[in-house]
C-alpha cells in the first residue's frame, strides 16, 4: 500500500495538434482561439482585438430615459442595470438667466454622480477604455446632450461618445429599417416614421398622453374613489372593530411615488375598448368632456392644479357642485359596467399620525380603476392633446401619400408605458376605430338660405383605404386577417420587452460598429471643449459656452435642398472705383 502512486491528471498531447496540417484560415481561428482565454472584455463577446489607442471592442450602452436608465455592453442581449432615478429634467427652464445657470449647475450635478455610478457602480469598468453609445430621444434639449458630453469627456475622460436616436434603435432591434415607432414613455408619447434608416424628423408628432399623465390619473382617481383601512390602533381592536367601520378616504400621504409605481406596474392593465353603444343614453361624460366642465366650472383654481390629471381638477376645491359629483360618479359608474376585474388590497406604509406600531395600513385599489385608469391614454379629441392612437394617424396624414402603405403596415410600440398588458391589442383596436367611426354631423348652418349644408369635415377620410394594412410588429395578439396585408407583419417582431428595445439596439448597433455619428475626444478639445488647469473651462461657464456643431443634432442640420436657408448670405456689391480705372 505504500507503494501505491496517485495518478496525474490525463492532459492532451501536445504533439497531436503539430501533427495535423492547417490552412491559414484554421491557423489564425487557433491563434484567436488560444488568445481568448487571456483577457476577454467581456464574456459573451470572444475577441481581445483593439480597434484604438484607448478603446476595446466593447461600447457601453446608456439609455437615460426619463424615469428609467438602462445600462450594458454592446454585444448583449439586456442590460447590465435597470434602475430609477429621481426626475432629471423640467417642463420649462427659467427665464432668469442666473437662475437658468444655476439650475444646470444642478442638472450637471445630479447627471455626473449618475454617470459615475453607471461606470463605477453597475458595470464595474474604467471609462478610460470604453467608447459609450448614448441613446437619445429626438426631443433631448441640446443643452442636457452638451451637459452629457461635458461630464463624460472631461470627468469620466471616455475616448469618444455616439448620440444615436432611440425609434431608429428601437427599429434595428427588430431586423427592420423602415417603420413608424411610437414612443409611450414617462413624460410624452411620441411618433417617429423612418424611412430606410433615415428618420423623418419633421414629420415627428407628439403628445403629453405619457406614464406620467397616467401616474396623477391614478393617483385622482384613487383619492376619489379609493379605500383606505388604518391599522388598529391596538390588537384588541384588530379583533373585534370590523373593517367596514375603520374604512376612510385614502390620504395623500399614501400614496408615494413608490406605492403608485408599484400600482401601475404590477397591478394595473388595459381592457378592452367600451362599447357605448348600449350607454348611448347615458349622461356620463368622457373624460375629456369633465375635463372641460370641470375647468369651466372651476376656473379660478386652475392654479392650484399641477398634477395634469382630467380628475385632479375636480378635487381641489372641498365645495364641490352637485353637478359635478353627478358628472363623477356618473363616470365611475360607466367604468364599473365595462370591468370585470376584481377589488386588490395593498399593504402600504401609514401616515406619520397613524403609525403606532400595530401594523401596516391597507390600500383598497377598485377592480375598475385598475382596468380603466388606462383610458386616459385613449380618449382624445384635444388640440394640444391628442390620444395616443390618433398621434400615430397625424404623423401618417404628414408624411407623403407613397410611404403611408408601407409604414402603416410597419407599426412598432416602444417604451415603458407600452409594457401595460393589453395595451397594444387596444391601441392596435383603437386604431382601426378612430378611421372607420363616421365624424358627427356638421353643425355649420348653410352659406345661403338655397344651398345645402357643408358636409362634415373627414380627418382621417384619406386613411380608410389602409385599413387592412394597419400592423403592429410587436402585438402581441395579432388578430387573424386572412388575405390582408397586414397579417404579414402583425407580430413578427422578436419578443423583446418595449421598454428594452432601444437599448437592444444600440447593443446591436456597438457590436456592429454602426452607432451614429462618433464624437473623439481629439474633436472636443480641439473645438474648445477641454478645462483649464484649476478645473474650469476656458470660455464662459453658461449654456451657450459648449462648443458649437461638435454634438450632432436634428435641430442645427441644414434645411433639406430646395429650401430657402435660414440665414441668407448678404450679398457683396463690387466696388465701383476700381470698375472705373479699368474702363478708362
Given at each position: ?62 439609455d437615460p430615459g426619463s424615469r428609467v436608465w438602462k445600462v450594458g455592453f454592446s454585444g448583449e442581449g439586456r442590460p447590465r442595470d435597470v434602475f ?462 459648449f462648443p458649437a456643431h461638435v454634438i450632432p443634432d436634428w435641430t442645427r442640420t441644414p434645411l433639406p435642398m430646395g429650401a430657402p436657408p435660414a ?13 472705373a480705372a479699368v474702363g478708362a
Amino acid at each position: 500500500m505504500s507503494h501505491l502512486t496517485v495518478p496525474s491528471t490525463p492532459r492532451s498531447r501536445t504533439h497531436f495538434a503539430a501533427q495535423v496540417p492547417l490552412t491559414p484560415a484554421g491557423a489564425l481561428n487557433a491563434a484567436r482561439t488560444a488568445r481568448s482565454g487571456l483577457v476577454q472584455a467581456s464574456p459573451h463577446y470572444q475577441t481581445t482585438r483593439r480597434h484604438s489607442l484607448y478603446g476595446t471592442e466593447d461600447r457601453i450602452v446608456i439609455d437615460p430615459g426619463s424615469r428609467v436608465w438602462k445600462v450594458g455592453f454592446s454585444g448583449e442581449g439586456r442590460p447590465r442595470d435597470v434602475f430609477f432615478v429621481a426626475p432629471l429634467l423640467r417642463l420649462q427652464r427659467s427665464p432668469d438667466p442666473i437662475q437658468r445657470d444655476e439650475e444646470d449647475r444642478v442638472l450637471a450635478a445630479r447627471l455626473q454622480a449618475h454617470l459615475r455610478a453607471v461606470f463605477h457602480d453597475s458595470l464595474l469598468t474604467d471609462p478610460k477604455s470604453r467608447k459609450v453609445i448614448i441613446v437619445e430621444h429626438p426631443l433631448l434639449p441640446v443643452y442636457v446632450k452638451d451637459i452629457l458630453a461635458r461630464i463624460l469627456f472631461e470627468n469620466l475622460q471616455v475616448p469618444s461618445i455616439s448620440f444615436a436616436s432611440s425609434h431608429l434603435l428601437a427599429l434595428l432591434s427588430v431586423g427592420r429599417i423602415t417603420g413608424l415607432v411610437l414612443d409611450c414613455g414617462e413624460l410624452e408619447s411620441t411618433a417617429l416614421p423612418i424611412f430606410s434608416s433615415r428618420p423623418l424628423f419633421h414629420q415627428l408628432r407628439t403628445t403629453p398622453l405619457a406614464g406620467a399623465r397616467l401616474t396623477s390619473h391614478v393617483r385622482a382617481l384613487l383619492l376619489l374613489f379609493g379605500t383606505y383601512l388604518p391599522p388598529p390602533t391596538s390588537l384588541s381592536a384588530a379583533v373585534n372593530m370590523p373593517t367596514s367601520s375603520r374604512s376612510t378616504r385614502v390620504p395623500l400621504e399614501v400614496l408615494s411615488d413608490t406605492v403608485l409605481e408599484e400600482i401601475k406596474t404590477r397591478c394595473s392593465f388595459v381592457g378592452e375598448a367600451m362599447d357605448m353603444t348600449s350607454d348611448s343614453d347615458d349622461s356620463a361624460p368622457s373624460e375629456s368632456d369633465l375635463s372641460r366642465i370641470s375647468a369651466d366650472q372651476e376656473s379660478n383654481a386652475g392654479a392650484a392644479s399641477s398634477d395634469f390629471s382630467i380628475v385632479s381638477k375636480s378635487q381641489v376645491l372641498p365645495e364641490r357642485s352637485s353637478r359635478s359629483e353627478h358628472k363623477l360618479q356618473a363616470l365611475a359608474n360607466l367604468y364599473m359596467r365595462h370591468s370585470t376585474a376584481t377589488d386588490l388590497h395593498l399593504k402600504v406604509m401609514p401616515p406619520v399620525s397613524q403609525q403606532t406600531g400595530t401594523g401596516l395600513g391597507t390600500l383598497v385599489v377598485p377592480g375598475w380603476i385598475r382596468e380603466r385608469g388606462s383610458e386616459v391614454l385613449f380618449e382624445g379629441g384635444d388640440v394640444d392633446e391628442s390620444s395616443v392612437a390618433e398621434t400615430i394617424l397625424d404623423c401618417l396624414l404628414k408624411i407623403p401619400v407613397d410611404l403611408r402603405k408601407i409604414l402603416a403596415s410597419s407599426i412598432l410600440v416602444t417604451g415603458g408605458t407600452a409594457m401595460l398588458p393589453g395595451f397594444i391589442p387596444r391601441l392596435q383596436a383603437e386604431l382601426i376605430r378612430a378611421i372607420v367611426t363616421s365624424p358627427p354631423s356638421s353643425a355649420r348652418p348653410p352659406m345661403a338660405p338655397g344651398r345645402p349644408r357643408p358636409p362634415a369635415y373627414d380627418r382621417y377620410a384619406t386613411l380608410r383605404p389602409l385599413v387592412p394594412c394597419f400592423a403592429i410588429l410587436n402585438n402581441p395578439s395579432p388578430t387573424p386577417l386572412s388575405g390582408a396585408p397586414a397579417s404579414t407583419n402583425a407580430g413578427k417582431a422578436p419578443a423583446f420587452t418595449p421598454a428594452t428595445m432601444a437599448w437592444v439596439g444600440g447593443s446591436l448597433a456597438g457590436a456592429l460598429k454602426t452607432g451614429g455619428v462618433e464624437v473623439p475626444r481629439e474633436k472636443w478639445d480641439e473645438a474648445g471643449g477641454h478645462s483649464g488647469p484649476d478645473g474650469s473651462t476656458e470660455e464662459d461657464d453658461t449654456a451657450d459656452s459648449f462648443p458649437a456643431h461638435v454634438i450632432p443634432d436634428w435641430t442645427r442640420t441644414p434645411l433639406p435642398m430646395g429650401a430657402p436657408p435660414a440665414n441668407p448670405p448678404p450679398t457683396q456689391t463690387l466696388d465701383p472705383t476700381p470698375l472705373a480705372a479699368v474702363g478708362a
